[in-house]
Structures are given as structure tokens and as C-alpha cells.
């Protein structure tokens, strides 16, 4: 045990050392824009796994609800800084505004396309290591889930509606916040599916109440001021970088920043996927899909318009627009798949693939053709476990009204 708690105190350590080398530059000197993405891209990295740990550690002290609004805010933060700098930018110089949806698709596209992949394919591996798998080699989703599974589905079908109209407007986010707090609620009346502590905030969990808290305080506030100190100069140097060597600006922010920010998350859910924790994973990680597609696309066009100083709208051009259009539409095909209340290896590898390939084609007939083909594979999956859709409904109700979940029903 006490080698097991020195090694979750030097991962600790280690990764707080992460930040340092930003900081012992950001004051002062100006180093290269390849040093400057690589220095400020690791403190970010370093700062998101922090603020994940204290995100878990602060559950032990606040209720079901409201930690689970806590950590909706406070995990998508990485996320959010970047996104938020580029809205603010955009107000004032249109070069912006096309930025603006790069880092939260790829962010979204990241997470389905490589976390859920890697949840289910780890998970896959754990629960058959324990002899815990079922005989159809299917990892099966928690009745509990039928409530983030409809969520999801609803934020998803509303978000078809901003490539359409070409605009993410104020109103746009009232509703994506309005979900996200029908889903917290909703949440909270549900049964819970407890995580259990892993790494560095188990040994930190064992701490006196007092000192736990001071734990996780100091280290959202260290996160959180890493983050500050980092997202102007990783994000303007990722645009240096991209006019100096002739790469898309674009493509740097939708795949180099999300892989900052979200690696962290994604490292630590497939962690406890490994150690057999699968339901706990694949709780956390859809529930980080829907605290992405309303939380963070709804920051957008209020930040836009607090920095224009007054209430508009944010444009969508083309090229975001056929981004927010394939994002969504991977998005309802995830829905589509973990709506049948079974997750297997197969869909897993699909939904890697298919995101893989978009990496090597990035054309926009490849991007419409994508689109397209996760609109066919929604459909033909949504018929195809047509009773499995209609009992997950029947979860949800169930599970909105507190009523009991009885083997019939599931």
C-alpha cells in the first residue's frame, strides 16, 4: 500500500512539473512559437489532469446534484478556455470566426471517436480477464444511462438545426442550457452509479475531511491559473505555427488543442475501464459528451457577444458549418448505438474508424460523404434495435419518475 501511495504521490508530482517549464518562461522572455505551443500545450495537459483529479476528489464532499453540475463545469473547462479566447477574439477580428467551432468539433469528434472506442475496447478486455463478460461478447449499458442516452439524442437532434440556419445565437443557448439542467436534474433523481477513486485521488481521498478539501481547492485553483496564463500563447502560436509552415489553421485548432485538453480525461476513463470499472467509465465519459454538445457550444455565442458588447449571433461559415454537420451526425450515430443498450467491439471499432478515415480525407465531398454515411448507419441501427430503443424510452420515464426498474422493463 505504501509503495502504491509513493507512486501516486510522483504521478502527482510529476505532473504539477508538467506546468513549470510554461511558467518559468511565460513571465519575461518570448521563446519560438514551436516552443511556445510545446511549453504552454504540456502545461495545459498537465493543468487538465489536475483539474480532473479535483473535479473527482470534490464528489466525496458535495451532493449527488450538485457535484455532477460541478464537474459538468469543471471538465470542460480545458476545453472551454480555448473556445472562449477564440469567441472573444472573433467579435473584433473576423479572421476568428471560423475558429471559433474548430476546437469544440474536434473536441466532440476526439472524444466519441477515440474515448468511447477506447472505453469499450479496454473494458472489453478487463471484464473478460475477470470472466465477467456476458456470452453475447457485448459490454451491456446500465439501465441507469437511459437517462444521458435521451439526453444526448435530444441535444443532438436540436444541434441539426445550427449548420441549417447557419447561426449559434443566444436563444440556441438558453436551450442547450436549458437540457443541460433538465439533465442534471433528471440525474439527480436517478439511481447513482458510484465512481470509485483511482491513482492519485485515492491516496488523497484518504486524507482527513479537512485536508482533502484544501487538496482539491488548491489544485483547481493551480489548474485553473495555469490555464489562464497558457491559452492565449498555445492557441495564437498554434495560428503562428500554421501560416509559418503553411498548414490549416483550422485543423491545428480542431485536432491540437482538443488533444491537450482532452487526453487527461480520456487517459483516466480508460484507466478505469481497464481496472473493470466500466460502468463508472462509461457513465463519466457519455455524460462528458452532453456537457460538451450544450454546455460548450451554448458559451459560445454569449462570450461573442459579451466581447461585441452587445447581443448577437455567431456566423457559422462554411467550412465550420460542415464541421458542426459531420460532428452531429457522428453524434446521433453514437446515440443510435448506445441506445440499444449494448455496446460491442464492432461498434466500437466503426466508430473509430469511420473517425480516422475523416483525418486522411479531409476534403468537403469527404466531409458531406461522412455525414451522409453516419445518417444511413443512425437510421439503419435505430431499426434494426427498434425494441431496444423503445425499452430505453421506457427506462427513461421510468427512471424520470422514480418509479422501480423492474428485469420486465429492462
Sequence with gaps: MQR?????????AGTVLLTVPWLSVAFGTHPSAVATVLLSGLAILGAAFL???SAELAQFDVSRSLAMALLALIAVLPEYAVDIYLAWKAAHHPEYIPLVAANMTGANRLLVGIGWSGVVFL??????????????????????????VTVLTVATLYSLLLPLKATITVWDAVIFVLIFAGYVWLAGRAPHIEPEPAGPVATLAELPKGWRRVAYVLMFLYSGFIIL???????????????????SEFLLIQWIAPLASESPEMIILCYFALRGHVASAMSAIISSKINQWTLLIGSLPVIYSISAGHVSFLPLEPRPREEVLLTAAQSLFACAVIANRFFSRLEALLLFVLFATQLLIPSIAAR????????VLAVVWMFAYRREVTVNL??????????PVS????
Design 407 to 410: 428485469e420486465e422493463v429492462t
Design 4 to 12: 502504491i501511495n509513493k507512486l501516486h504521490i510522483a504521478l502527482l
Design 368 to 375: 458531406y460523404a461522412f455525414t451522409i454515411l453516419y445518417f
Design 394 to 403: 421506457n427506462l427513461f420515464y421510468r427512471l424520470a419518475k422514480r418509479l
Design 51 to 53: 483539474i480532473s483529479w
Design 229 to 247: 496564463v497558457a491559452t492565449e500563447p498555445f492557441t495564437e502560436g498554434l495560428i503562428h505555427l500554421g501560416k509559418s509552415f503553411g498548414i
Design 123 to 148: 473494458g472489453w478486455l478487463a471484464l473478460r480477464r475477470q470472466g465477467k463478460l456476458p456470452s453475447s461478447g457485448q459490454i451491456p449499458i446500465e439501465p441507469v444511462l437511459a437517462i444521458e
